[in-house]
């Protein structure tokens, strides 16, 4: 089912439109790709989605954007527990210069929890889900920083699971990485896709094919082709 609909999008920073009025559906418990030549919009249209394009200042949003039966950007919207809800892993992994355990736990205390017991399962059940918990279990103390970018991508990803969200959206999360790595992530994100709503930006169509269901191809601010990845990468 639908859980996130944009209408009518344009965004623009100052005097420049980047986005010409994109329309987008994302389902649940699947994984959409944004591709798209550099600087067609993708991470615009990425960051309205949590409203991280708030900070910029002189951006103009509008169109509609439902998330559930809630619109993003009503003024009634609590932007924490929106992030919390629309997550978001970056290009390069930006663990907190803490532990694995307090990089894990953070979002969860902010919010209140402290019982030892129930953070301990959390983090637990984030590590795991985001593949990473065999590599780091012994270690939950020490730094996330320490760790190669890949597990560091990976404990980003468990930061963000720990927090239960609806939707996890990555900008380009492995294009910074090794291609062993990068093949780890692909197959945590075909894992998570069965309780999230995934949307990727990348520039790597291979990625898309190899993990999408549905690909939404963008061109100057506008989307010019949203179907079925194997639609998509087949020839006419
Ligand atoms: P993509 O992710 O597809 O590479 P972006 O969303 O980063 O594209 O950029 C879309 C357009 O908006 C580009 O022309 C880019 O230069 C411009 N842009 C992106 N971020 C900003 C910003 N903070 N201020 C002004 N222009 C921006
Ligand atoms: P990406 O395509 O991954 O967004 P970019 O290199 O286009 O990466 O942008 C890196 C950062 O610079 C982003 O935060 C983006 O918003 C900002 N940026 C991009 N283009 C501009 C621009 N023309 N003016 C100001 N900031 C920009």
Redesign the pocket.
């Known amino acids: 089912s639908i859980i996130l609909e944009t209408k009518d999008v344009h965004l623009s920073?100052?005097k420049?439109e980047?986005l010409h009025g994109v329309n987008l559906d994302f389902e649940d418990n699947s994984i959409t790709a944004l591709i798209?030549?550099?600087?067609?919009?993708?991470?615009?249209?990425l960051r309205c989605l949590n409203r991280m394009n708030d900070l910029?200042p002189n951006t103009t949003i509008t169109g509609s954007f439902q998330f559930h039966e809630r619109e993003i950007y009503a003024s009634t919207i609590d932007l924490v527990e929106l992030r919390k809800q629309i997550g978001m892993v970056f290009q390069q992994p930006n663990p907190f210069p803490f532990s694995v355990y307090e990089n894990v736990t953070y979002g969860l205390k902010l919010t209140g929890h402290s019982d030892r017991k129930f953070l301990d399962e959390q983090v637990e059940r984030a590590l795991k889900q985001a593949a990473v918990w065999d590599e780091v279990k012994d270690n939950l103390n020490k730094s996330a920083m320490s760790f190669s970018g890949g597990q560091q991508q990976r404990i980003c990803i468990a930061r963000l699971l720990a927090v239960q969200p609806d939707i996890i959206l990555l900008d380009e999360p492995t294009s910074a990485l090794d291609p062993i790595s990068s093949a780890q992530i692909e197959t945590t994100l075909l894992e998570l896709k069965k309780e999230y709503c995934i949307i990727i930006?990348t520039h790597n169509l291979q990625q898309a094919s190899r993990i999408a269901d549905r690909t939404a191809f963008?061109l100057n601010?506008n989307l010019v082709e949203y179907d079925n990845t194997s639609k998509m990468f087949t020839n006419p």
Not at 36 to 45: A, I, L, Q, V
């Open positions: 920073y100052g420049k980047a798209g030549p550099s600087g067609c919009g993708k991470s615009t249209f910029i930006v963008m601010g």
